[in-house]
């Protein structure tokens, strides 16, 4: 069976629209696994968490080999927080939260909204 994706357009500081092609979890298993275990992920792809309702939204990095921009979306489908995540190693880790009520979090290389001029409270379209 082939992976579901889709296209999530950021709208950046600049007003021009910057695209990520996106895996879907969309199920409990594809979220719970996430980007875990894997050795890359190539420039302008990431992982959607879609969820049915907005929450608050905890992740971590354990067993993530790949430094993260974790991106928190309300229902309005506003970025309402960014975090930065390192690669970690040991038997705790750090959580990384959503700050708000969040329907969707995008996962993608750590960088991607630095490099992108992507903040917090710009806006996304899903395709």
């Given amino acids: ?16 629209d910057i695209c990520l092609e996106c895996e879907i979890a969309n199920t409990y298993f594809k979220k ?6 894997r050795d890359e992920l190539k420039e302008n792809k990431g992982m ?3 969820f049915l309702f907005s929450f608050h939204r905890f992740f971590w990095m354990k067993n993530v080999k ?15 927080w960014i975090s930065e995540a390192d690669i970690e190693k040991g038997l ?7 700050h708000g009520f ?3 979090v995008i996962e993608t290389k ?3 909204c630095k490099k992108n001029k992507i903040r917090k409270g710009g806006k996304i379209k899903i395709k």
């Fill in 48 to 50: 959607m968490f879609p």
């Fill in 110 to 112: 750590k960088g991607f």
């Fill in 1 to 16: 069976m082939k992976e579901q994706r889709l296209i999530v357009s950021f709208i950046n500081d600049d007003q021009k």
């Fill in 92 to 98: 705790s880790y750090k959580s990384y939260w959503s």
């Fill in 102 to 104: 969040c329907k969707y």
């Fill in 32 to 37: 719970m696994k996430g980007l875990m275990n």
């Fill in 66 to 80: 790949i430094p993260l921009d974790m991106i928190f979306v309300n229902k309005e489908k506003k970025i309402i």
